[in-house]
């Protein structure tokens, strides 16, 4: 039994509305896109609102670019903070990653050179945050195909700085930090114990393909097209046992829909990591009291 | 040279084929043209060649997609996607 109060939630999209609305008993929360509400007419923002009211929701920004010695736009930070205003979310989240430089939009997020720099660069931009909407941000790892050039630190000892010097909590995408391990050769088990977990709050599901490089060989491709695969499921387990905080676990979905039960089967899934988790994390409470 | 050059250095050779072309034909002059510093070059250098080709492709499609299907999730899309499956389930058109 999961004593822990962890939740289990799936991300709002237009496509999944109506499975989401026929089994909101199996859903904890649901995870919004902030940057689809951000210009959004004000029926939308009602709308969303309306959702709110019925089950609770937390939003997940996608553009800022915190991750940079790029300071972020201001009118991207008034953006969030008057979405956070009006929705009320349980909290909000972004990435650990950069989207633009020189003047130039990269349309998506890309992994920063893991430098001190960029600790200090995220540490200015999340404190910015903090002072336009009233409270930090979790901040997710994001999945990257390159190793990012120019990089002085390892990808745990970068999120494990950042997360130091802005006093954030983690959203950790388990699918990844799976798929960063297999493309760039560390072990995702020992990711998870380099990070701290005291900062661990929030925790991403999601699947992805093998893209073929140009030298035959592979890579894990995250694009949230596929049903999460089973090392996931094994690494949310590992993440439950060494957690001490409540986890709010959310799988993410962004295409090539299968069914609503196939979804629910994969909640299932989670909820029964989590709870093998738990109990080895209750377990080794008990030895060691 | 400051570490914003750096990064903007990475975005060009990620969205701008030409440039990612020219800085893979001689990455060291490339990354001196806009001004990095000796460190920096010999960081590019060592560049994960098959990653960035890789991830460039990929940031491609992204901005794609993201042009195509914006916004995604609005309510209006939400509204036609509940009629559509109402329609599916009991046989409409």
């Known amino acids: 039994m999961n004593t822990f109060a962890d939740k289990i939630g799936l991300g709002w999209r237009a496509n999944l509305a109506a499975g989401i609305f026929s089994h909101l008993d199996r859903i904890d929360l649901l995870e919004v896109i902030a940057d689809d509400f951000f210009d959004a007419p004000r029926r939308e923002i009602r709308a969303l609102q309306t959702l709110a009211a019925q089950i609770p929701v937390v939003l997940h920004g996608v553009g800022m670019g915190l991750a940079s010695t790029v300071p972020v736009e201001t009118k991207r930070l008034e953006k969030i903070a008057r979405l956070v205003e009006q929705v009320r979310p349980q909290f909000w989240s972004e990435h650990l990653a950069f989207v633009r430089g020189g003047g130039i939009e990269i349309g998506h997020l890309a992994a920063p050179p893991r430098t001190v720099d960029t600790v200090e660069g995220a540490a200015e931009n999340l404190s910015r945050a903090a002072a336009v909407t009233g409270s930090k941000p979790v901040m997710e790892n994001i999945a990257t195909l390159i190793d990012p050039p120019g990089s002085t630190l390892s990808e745990s000892a970068w999120i494990s700085g950042i997360l130091a010097s802005s006093n954030c909590d983690l959203l950790l995408d388990l699918h990844n930090v799976y798929a960063n391990g297999l493309n760039h050769g560390y072990d995702p088990n020992a990711f998870l114990r380099q990070i701290p977990r005291v900062r661990l709050r929030v925790i991403h599901i999601a699947g992805g393909k093998f893209i073929s490089a140009p030298d035959g060989s592979q890579r894990l491709l995250d694009d949230h097209l596929h049903d999460v695969p089973d090392p996931v499921f094994s690494l949310l387990e590992e993440a439950a046992a060494l957690s001490p905080n409540p986890l709010t676990v959310i799988l993410e979905r962004d295409g090539a829909y299968p069914s609503m039960d196939c979804l629910l089967a994969q909640i299932d899934l989670a909820r029964r990591a989590l709870s093998r988790g738990r109990a080895r994390r209750m377990v080794a409470e008990e030895v060691l009291a | ?93």
């Open chain 2, 1 to 93: 040279m400051s570490a914003r050059a750096f990064e903007a250095f990475l975005t060009r050779i990620y969205v701008d084929a030409a440039a990612r072309a020219r800085f893979k034909a001689d990455p060291r002059a490339e990354a001196q043209a806009a001004g990095l510093s000796d460190e920096e070059c010999a960081a590019l250098e060592n560049t994960d060649w098959i990653g960035l080709e890789m991830a460039a492709r990929s940031l491609a499609c992204k901005r794609k997609l993201n042009r195509k299907n914006h916004p995604r999730n609005s309510f209006s899309n939400t509204l036609e996607n509940l009629f559509t499956t109402i329609f599916a389930r009991f046989g409409g058109n």
